[in-house]
């Protein structure tokens, strides 16, 4: 894969959240406490900055977790335009002595007020002006913020010719759509809780990815692109051109955690790159399926995905899932 400049990267991230992970250190009696900022838009950000983007996070921070996660975030290298709230970041407690995640704790975010909303509105959209392509990621819990929240964000960016890249489901993928969201990544499961796909098979998830492209309404603006990640499946890569499939070699999984979200960082750096949709595909695809064999959520290595990603495939399927083989080029 073509290496071009690092591209800036803009995250806006509603929830960081603290993670604090119970492991088995050494020796077998041996107890390790680990505490890194997570959350789905520290994730994105931890990923494309080991891809080599200039990365600026744009999120709130409040109360003893708050100060703890926007420490951490910077200690990773990450840019941190920190919203001052009132409330308190989320936090989880998790124990994988045994091999799996086993959550113990959850804290969730405190709701932002509408002064903390319109703060982290103007800093995203200005600190995003600046970038090369803005990553909008969701909220968890929902309620956290409001819809328009993120189709405002978009309309807005897209009228200043910024690139955007969403990983959202819900309201806030639908207002995201509305406002033209360039690319859109979704995971089969969501497509199918949206009612947008009737079930997870290639040609209903096809056709839920196309009512993204090509939404019914005077308003809707519709996606440039959608990613729909498939579990262990390959991927498919859906234009208003094309259907593609992103075939990854197959790797055992360690923690399938933070796969998408490493995957969606990969898009967004190759876009922000400059490089085409199949491109970023690979990369993204790549930093997903090696995020898989690593204990750490959005983690990897810069010259090991980008060489992965040699060795993803990105083919034409029909509609229903046939392979075509002929006329992918990077549309």
Known sequence: MAVSRSPRVCVVAPTPILTLTIESGAQDQDTELH??????GLWVARMAYSLGADVVLCGPFGGETGTVLSHLAEKENLRVRAIGTA??????LHDRRGGERQELAFMPPSRLDRHEI????????VEALDADVCVITGAFPATVLPGSFFGRLVGDLRAAGVKTVADLSGDAARQAVASGVDVLKMSHSELVEAELAADDSVAALTAGARRLIEPRGDEMRGVGAVMVSRAAEPALLVTAAHVREVVAPSVTTVDHRGAGDSMTAGIAVAVGRGLGMAEAARLGAAAGALNVTRRGLGTGHREQIERFAEQISVHEVDEDGRDRRAGAGDQ
């Open 35 to 40: 505490v890194h900022p997570g959350g789905q």
């Open 87 to 92: 409330g308190s970041n989320g936090a989880y």
């Open 118 to 125: 319109d703060d982290l509105y103007g800093t995203a959209l």
